[in-house]
C-alpha cells in the first residue's frame, strides 16, 4: 500500500514539474500574441486614417500622395504625407510604423489592376518580440494592404 502511495506521489511530482516548466513559453506565448494584436490595431488604425485622406479628381485634392519608391514615405506636392513613425506615443513606444502608397498607374501596376484611379496602401508595424529567454535580437513586422479609389 506504501509503495502505492509513493509511487502516485512520484507520478503527480513529475506532472507537476512539467507543468511548472511550461509556464514560462505559455507566459511569452500569450505576451507575443498581445504584441502581435498590437501591432494590427496599430496598422489597422492608420489605413483608416489614410482611408479618410481627400483624394479626389474634382475638387483637385490629394492628400493621400504617393511614395517614391518601396525605402520613402508618401509625398504630394512637396510635402510628406504619412511620414515615419519611429516611435509611436505611449504606450505603443515600443512600436514603430511606416506607410507606401504605391501608384497603379506605374508598371507593373497593383497585381494584376493598372490604373490611374487606383493606389496601394502599406502599413507596416514594426516591434520587438519577447521570448522566454528576453528580447528577440531581431523585429517583427506585421503589414496591412489595401486599394485606395480615387472619389
Do not use: N
Amino acid at each position: 500500500m506504501l509503495a502505492e502511495v509513493l509511487a502516485a506521489v512520484a507520478v503527480v511530482a513529475i506532472g507537476f514539474a512539467a507543468l511548472t516548466s511550461a509556464l514560462p513559453v505559455a507566459g511569452a506565448a500569450v505576451g507575443e500574441g498581445a504584441r502581435l494584436s498590437t501591432a494590427a490595431f496599430l496598422a489597422c488604425a492608420r489605413l483608416e486614417e489614410i482611408r479618410a485622406a481627400a483624394w479626389s479628381a474634382v475638387p483637385p485634392a490629394d492628400r493621400l500622395g504617393v511614395s517614391g519608391g518601396h525605402l520613402s514615405p508618401p509625398q504630394s506636392g512637396g510635402m510628406t504625407t504619412f511620414p515615419d513613425e519611429a516611435a509611436l506615443p505611449d504606450p505603443f513606444a515600443s512600436y514603430s510604423r511606416q506607410v507606401r502608397v504605391l501608384d497603379c498607374a506605374m508598371p507593373p501596376g497593383c497585381g494584376a489592376v493598372t490604373s490611374s484611379g487606383l493606389r496601394q496602401v502599406t502599413v507596416t508595424v514594426a516591434y520587438r518580440p519577447a521570448t522566454a529567454g528576453g528580447l528577440a535580437g531581431l523585429d517583427k513586422t506585421v503589414s496591412v494592404s489595401t486599394l485606395v479609389a480615387q472619389r
